[in-house]
């Protein structure tokens, strides 16, 4: 089996968009003076599909969330020569192809993103050539369900916090994960409005449901030293992503602080970055993306890393090239979902763009046995919600 061609489209979001709202959820740009929407350079209304066929007639599905054109650009210009022609089982050896060959600009970000969905595919391949699910390729299953947790909670009214939150505890999940709004700028009554957002959620759903706590880059080390002291008595089961994702010793000196697990990994890349986070003990759970990180065949040398170190896997954003990672290893104990609604922040289109993904029951999902691949295809009951470049 020979890969024949390879074929990279952006699908940009032209629907309904839920409008950005104030202090919806801290980010890196808050720290600059700026009267734009600070949260509009992390919003992701945009995706890119990789297919690649064989010939054999078999297709991979694989995609990149990040840079869509940008990404488009190098698969079609820099990968797609490096893999066409080859045998997509030699996968060790096409990732180190493009790894190497894009090494002096695409080892970080969105060069090592377009490697992640072109990879994403050649795994998707492997499995529909055996006739078996990707994670029975990965070590099988380790897990009779996936336990997830519900991940959205951006920071609007309490009352609307505290609504949603009990929505979750309906049906069934027992994990959470909510956005701070405010962040270093906001100053002291920033922080009693991230402290008060905390304590209505916990209201709602008591002390035996794990309640995550998301930063997105938006604090920096003095601001999180300062609001850590006072978030332990929340007992939450991580704080994620507090500084900048290059603040390596912060995250190691934040980590060592606090009795709060320190999370992160989601704006990382290969098991080389992984290392220096986990020599440093710089976080105390990883979450990469596999569809940024490197792909599938990154990611599983990423778990086996952390697996070595006790540090628990928990890739960020559901989504099946995430599922079937944690389906297949212990080093991964659960697993985020995003709940299906409008388009807001841009990881919902996932829902609008694929078929295939599970819905969680009672906090729960499930991989089939039988579905070879990834199990995703393209959803074209949308495709006219989306502008589309080949």
């Not at 740009?29 to 700026?34: F, G, N, P, V």
């Not at 405010?182 to 209505?200: H, Q």
């Not at 609001?227 to 089961?237: A, I, Q, V």
């Not at 599983?300 to 297949?328: C, D």
Request: charged share 25%.
């Amino acid at each position: 089996m020979k890969i024949t061609q390879v074929k990279a489209r952006v699908f940009e979001w032209k629907g309904h968009t839920v409008p950005a709202q104030a202090h919806f959820c801290s980010n890196a740009m808050d720290e600059l003076w700026d009267k734009s929407d600070s949260m509009g350079t992390f919003r992701f209304h945009g995706w890119t599909t990789v297919e690649i066929e064989t010939d054999t007639g078999l297709v991979g599905l694989g995609n990149v969330a990040l840079a869509p054109p940008i990404a488009k650009a190098i698969i079609d210009q820099y990968l797609a020569p490096l893999v066409i022609g080859q045998d997509p089982f030699d996968y060790e050896y096409l990732w180190q192809r493009m790894y190497r060959a894009t090494h002096a600009w695409g080892r970080k970000g969105i060069g090592m993103a377009a490697i992640s969905g072109v990879d994403i595919a050649i795994w998707d391949i492997m499995g529909k050539a055996v006739n078996k699910p990707v994670f029975k390729l990965l070590g099988g299953r380790t897990k009779e369900k996936i336990p997830c947790y519900a991940s959205k909670l951006y920071r609007t009214d309490l009352k609307s916090m505290q609504d949603e939150a009990q929505s979750y505890l309906d049906q069934g999940f027992t994990a959470m994960k909510m956005r701070f709004g405010y962040g270093p700028k906001d100053g002291p009554s920033g922080m009693r409005e991230n402290l008060n957002s905390v304590a209505a959620v916990r209201e709602v759903i008591g002390d035996d449901v794990d309640l995550m706590l998301e930063c997105y880059m938006g604090w920096n080390l003095e601001y999180a030293k300062r609001m850590l002291p006072k978030l332990e008595r929340f007992e939450p089961r991580w704080l994620e992503e507090p500084v900048l994702a290059d603040d390596i010793d912060g995250y190691a000196e934040l980590n060592q602080l606090t009795s709060i697990p320190i999370s992160g990994g989601e704006h990382e890349f290969t098991h080389y970055g992984f290392r220096q986070l986990l020599e440093k003990r710089a976080i105390s759970v990883i979450q990469y993306d596999t569809n940024r990180v490197g792909g599938i065949t990154a990611a599983r040398k990423i778990n086996a890393l952390a697996e070595s170190f006790s540090v628990p896997v928990i890739p960020h954003a559901g989504q099946m090239h995430n599922y079937h990672l944690t389906m297949s290893t212990l080093a991964s104990p659960m697993s985020e979902f995003f709940p299906v609604h409008d388009v807001e922040i841009g990881n919902e289109l996932f829902y609008y763009l694929f078929k295939g993904d599970p819905e969680p029951v009672n906090g729960f999902i499930d991989l089939d046995d039988d579905v070879p691949g990834l199990g995703l295809s393209l959803n074209h009951d949308h495709f006219d919600q989306f502008h589309i470049i080949e």
